[in-house]
């Protein structure tokens, strides 16, 4: 059974009567009679207010924010020339990278989820001629010192690239010498494109991705 | 004379210090797209904004196969022979933008829209430094 609404009003502290009724009667037209004492009232709509105003700083801080910001727009990204009255006309990245799977280096686009899951569908060639080559194959590189060896595989880089890109100009059949991380730190090798186009060096385990047994 | 070889005075030290804390700023100004190139061998010299090329957007539209086996494109920012001419006359850029399958030459604005000053090389938006980290 709960209390009147006089009762209520006549409540000094909201606290004071919670306790003193355990929250079991403190329930249903209770509230609303304690949400009709004014000073009751005015706390609880500033704690509504509070709470909205800090939800929706805490959403526009985690959803919206970070969108807006990975993906400069073209007229601050500091390359592009804010005086050029054509560069309204180009495409903003993130209008349409938002709209990819998204990654957290490089482009924040996983571009082999994108293409393997139809998101983007990219020529493969300009010329009827042209024979387009992929391949499903892993070679494993085992001289990795003391780190995980590297699983390279074929098939997502054959998908994007032609054989020639790598063979026989950067590697050949067989050990490749001068692979060292070393030099693909310093853009040879995998460095030409992991690090500029493709996901850069810092993620180590998405090559030395195989434990020795 | 000979060459002091003490280290600098206490303020000039300071002074280092802050230039090195300055220069350690990553990407202060630049925030490029991932792999955004500028191409400025000849623009600029001839009074055209360096060009941007995004590859973002091209490689959402043509596989890397397109542009580095069949038009000849190097991995290298500003490495192929290229000028006006050959795009003109339908070789690299040119083969796609010629009003058919992207838009044609006569759009300057569209490619050459870089800030003017800047050099030649690869952008990768302060995830790494590109090709030569050192």
């Known amino acids: 059974m709960g209390m009147g609404c006089a009762q209520a009003a006549q409540a000094t502290h909201l606290a004071e009567m919670i306790f003193r009724r355990k929250t079991k009667a403190v329930m249903g037209s209770d509230i609303v009679c304690l949400l009709r004492n004014r ?49 309204s006309l180009l495409q903003e990245p993130g209008d349409s990278l938002s709209k990819l799977p ?15 899951e139809g998101y983007i569908d990219p020529r493969s060639k300009l010329q009827p001629q042209t024979r387009v ?37 950067m590697f050949k059949e067989g050990p490749t010498p001068g692979l060292t991380m070393l030099a693909i ?12 186009v493709a996901f850069p060096l810092s993620e180590c385990n998405r090559c030395h991705s195989v434990i020795p047994k | ?14 002074l280092a210090l802050l230039a090195v804390l300055l220069a350690l700023l990553p990407g202060a100004a630049v925030r490029a797209e991932y792999g955004d190139v500028v191409l400025n061998n000849w623009s600029q010299k001839n009074g055209m904004r360096p060009v941007i090329f995004p590859h973002w957007f091209h490689r959402e539209r043509f596989r890397c196969k397109v542009c580095h086996t069949e038009l000849g494109f190097k991995l290298q920012a500003g490495a192929d022979d290229m000028d006006m001419a050959d795009i003109i006359n339908g070789k690299f850029c040119g083969a796609c933008h010629n009003g058919k399958i992207a838009w044609s030459v006569e759009h300057c604005g569209l490619c050459h829209s870089g800030k003017p000053g800047l050099s030649t090389g690869i952008m990768s938006g302060g995830t790494s430094q590109g090709p030569g980290i050192f």
Request: with cysteine.
């Open chain 1, 39 to 87: 000073r009751v009232g005015r706390w609880a709509a500033l704690l509504v207010a509070a709470s909205v105003i800090g939800a929706g700083v805490a959403w526009g801080g985690t959803v919206v924010a970070p969108v807006k910001n990975v993906w400069a727009a073209l007229i601050s990204d500091g390359l592009h020339d804010p005086a050029n009255p054509d560069i």
């Open chain 1, 102 to 116: 998204q990654d957290y280096v490089g482009n924040k686009v996983n571009w082999d989820q994108a293409l393997n």
């Open chain 1, 133 to 169: 080559r992929t391949l499903d194959q892993d070679t494993i590189m085992k001289n990795t010192g003391g780190t995980p060896w590297v699983r390279f595989p074929h098939r997502p880089h054959t998908a994007w690239l032609d054989c020639t890109t790598c063979h026989d100009s």
């Open chain 1, 185 to 196: 730190l310093n853009g040879q090798y995998c460095g030409k494109c992991h690090g500029t």
């Open chain 2, 1 to 14: 004379m000979k060459p002091s070889l003490r280290p600098p005075a206490r303020g000039k030290r300071w």
